[in-house]
């Protein structure tokens, strides 16, 4: 919900009251959150959220994925999107058998 209406404080804050309260977040969460920033044009916080997941070993999935990328187009943080990149492809390659 907070994705559709654009409302990423609201999505962060949410994330935040969940790890307070000891509630597991998951892919869809995460998901939910980062693409709420990438709306909002907040590329600092979706790549954060985009971190966290990596650290608290959730898995990404491709909308998590294209939400960090777009969210570093909108914020034309270059830099910031082919090391997504690299790093995307790091973790597939650690995944193949």
Do not use: H
């Not at 977040?25 to 939910?32: D, F, L, P, Q, V």
């Not at 980062?34 to 898995?59: H, I, N, P, T, Y």
């Not at 830099?79 to 058998?97: G, K």
């Amino acid at each position: 919900a907070c994705e559709k209406g654009m409302q990423w404080v609201q999505a962060l804050q949410l994330c935040s009251e969940m790890a307070d309260c000891r509630v597991e977040r998951n892919t869809i969460t995460y998901s939910a959150a980062v693409s709420a920033c990438e709306k909002g044009m907040q590329w600092v916080q979706a790549l954060q959220l985009f971190r966290e997941m990596a650290d608290s070993r959730v898995e990404r999935n491709m909308i998590t994925d294209g939400a960090a990328m777009s969210a570093c187009e909108k914020g034309m943080q270059w830099v910031q999107a082919l090391q997504l990149v690299s790093e995307m492809a790091l973790a597939a390659w650690s995944e193949t058998p």
